[in-house]
């Protein structure tokens, strides 16, 4: 059972424009999430997080939104820069682990 | 510079040889964890530990072992690699800060033949 979900494989932007990463997870108990970034040959790369007490929280150009009612998490780059083309992973607690959906791979066109 | 250092980046090796991929981490935390990442799949966990002397199994354990001797080291050991533990494989540390996730290392890719 996949408790957290991304449904978008791949996503491509143009620069300058909003990329909206989205998540969907089925256990209402987490209590946070977080989101990583990704470049080909590196390691995963802490983004940004969110407690489940918010429902947003902001860092520069990357806004993280909660629905907790929908079950649903977004990523929001503003301006998209063709830097962040990666692949993105949202993630949950699970215990002593994060649960990782299966990335969206976003590329940022110039 | 805080991080998690793996190696070797690359490895090609043959079925039924042993081989321990090595980790390590300057940042004094506590956890750790190894997980693979395939396609399609994402990031799935293979072991992790609390602290030293204390380890358990993730989602996919099977054909791996780990060891935590020293807080800072958490080698993955293949002891007989078959075709299926192709794999990229990342190490990960974190400290009792839960919302600054896991630091991850550079990833080893595996290909076992």
Redesign the interface.
Known sequence: DQQVKQNSPSLSVQEGRISILNCDYTNSMFD?F?W?KKYP??????LI?I?SIKDKNEDGRFTVFLNKSAKHLSLHIVPSQPGDSAVY?C?A?GT???I????TRLKVLA | EAQVTQNPRYLITVTGKKLTVTCSQNMNHEYMSWYRQDPGLGLRQIYYSMNVEVTDKGDVPEGYKVSRKEKRNFPLILESPSPNQTSLYFCASRGTEKLYGYTFGSGTRLTVV
């Open positions: 946070y977080l990583y040959a590196e390691g995963p790369t802490f997080s407690s992973f993630a607690p002593y682990k994060y990782f959906g299966t990335g």
